[in-house]
């Protein structure tokens, strides 16, 4: 959305500048400014949204169509608040719901006989959705096949909705032959937001790149992390040695390649069912931790 397009979004009410500057000097933020105008905004009752909804269906009468939108508008901040917790500006996430009122506004067909906010409610959050996965990192595009995968499906209304608000989220993971927990993990990757490390950081000591530690470790750490490598090392080689062939294998490609397998890929690959992978797995983990206890 062009910085233009923002700029044009409609007030709750019309602004009268000198008044508003009188009133408000030093007392409110243009939140709560925007907010105090937005309660002197009657709602539409079902008969008046009714006329209105048909006014601008058959005459696409702007007046009506500006009407509607004022008149949602509080459904549309109230939808906007549940996604404060991402630490984006509420205003920017009410300007963004405000879009995808007015796509719904066009679309909406008032003879099918439910409320306008009824429809408008899955646009709204459709396009707050795409405003928070704009604003994460781009370049987050995962280290390995089933993240890439993931990552491109949160373009999905459906499964940025999994991602974002944990509703539907096994049904979504079903898709990629993983669980619920799998996705969620996977998809919160992509939700950790960017900081650049030259802001400052929070007890205001410079930037962060300075609070940075060293990577080195002290070098009798370094030999004592070594030492330990290979003994965890040898521990799991000789606790691989006990399983079978097949648990081996499913162990392998799941947890110790760099680009591990689905268990849909090798529920193909051995020609079993994805829910007998995840038992194999589950058994052979299982035993795995027994022997290295």
Same mark, same amino acid.
């Given at each position: ?19 508003? +500057? ?80 007015? +796509? ?40 390995? +096949? ?148």
């Amino acid at each position: 959305m062009s910085k233009s397009s923002r700029e044009n979004l409609p007030s709750p009410i019309k602004r009268q500048p000198n008044a508003l +500057k009188n009133n408000y000097r030093g007392e409110l933020s243009p939140l709560d400014m925007w907010y105090r105008e937005l309660r002197q905004i009657p709602k539409l009752d079902r008969e008046e949204e009714a006329k209105l909804t048909k006014k601008w269906a058959e005459e696409k009468d702007l007046q009506a169509a500006q009407r509607l939108l004022l008149g949602n508008l509080h459904a549309v901040a109230a939808i906007a608040r549940e996604y404060r917790h991402f630490g984006l500006p509420e205003m920017d996430l009410i300007q963004e719901g405000t879009i995808g009122l007015m +796509k719904a506004i066009h679309r909406f067909d008032p003879s099918r006989g439910f409320r306008l906010m009824t429809y408008a409610s899955w646009w709204v959050r459709a396009a707050i959705h795409d405003y928070i996965l704009k604003s994460w990192s781009i370049v987050k595009m995962g280290t390995n +096949k089933m993240q890439r995968r993931v990552f491109a499906g949160l373009k999905k209304a459906k499964h940025a909705i999994a991602a974002i608000e944990g509703r539907l989220d096994e049904e979504v993971a079903k898709e990629y032959g993983i669980s619920g927990s799998e996705f969620q993990n996977i998809a919160s990757s992509f939700l950790q937001r960017d900081m650049s490390l030259d802001s400052e950081n929070e007890e205001g000591g410079g930037s962060m790149v300075l609070a940075l530690p060293s990577p080195d470790l002290p070098p009798e750490e370094q030999i004592i992390n070594a030492d330990w490598d290979k003994y965890q090392s040898n521990i799991l080689h000789d606790a691989m040695a006990e399983l079978s062939d097949r648990d081996r294998l499913i162990i392998t490609r799941r947890h110790l390649s760099e680009d591990p397998d689905t268990l849909k890929d090798l529920a193909e690959e051995l020609g079993i069912s994805i829910e007998r992978v995840r038992q194999l797995e589950a058994r052979a983990m299982k035993k795995l931790r027994a022997t290295m206890t």
